[in-house]
């Protein structure tokens, strides 16, 4: 299972960023993915997550209205498009993934089997 997040960056206050992670080595179309972040000094949250046979949604609370989190199965691709950002959003952000996910458990970043590496993502003017 390989996991390769990007397009992280800085950007101001209020703006927009896209990252994507590309995923290889796995039935991609049957595993959650989620997006889960780690800001320096505090634990790991997990962001947002898209269930595999439904695409369900789900995001904590300090994104919602904000974040967008998308799959395309075809290639291999999960995303997250972030409006509004703020500071207080600055993290590494990860994405995971997992095959025998609870719905449940979605927010638990210790449910989640598979791991890629972060990618930066600071928000300051």
């Known amino acids: 299972v390989q996991l390769q997040a990007s397009g992280g960056g800085l950007v101001q206050p209020g703006g927009s960023l896209r990252i994507s992670c590309a995923a290889s080595?796995?039935?991609?179309?049957?595993?959650?993915m989620s997006w889960v972040r780690q800001a320096p000094g505090k634990e790991r949250e997990v962001v947002s997550c898209?269930?595999?046979?439904?695409?369900?949604?789900y995001y904590t609370d300090a994104v919602t209205g904000r974040f967008s989190i998308s799959r395309d199965n075809a290639a291999n691709t999960v995303y997250l498009q972030m409006n509004g950002l703020r500071p207080e959003d600055t993290a590494v952000y990860y994405c995971?993934?997992?095959?025998?996910?609870?719905?449940?458990?979605?927010?638990?970043?210790?449910?989640?089997?598979?791991w890629g590496q972060g990618t930066q993502v600071t928000v300051s003017s």
């Open positions: 995971a993934s997992d095959s025998t996910l609870i719905r449940s458990s979605w927010s638990n970043p210790s449910a989640y089997d598979h």
């Open positions: 080595g796995f039935t991609f179309g049957s595993y959650y």
């Open positions: 898209i269930s595999s046979r439904d695409s369900a949604t």
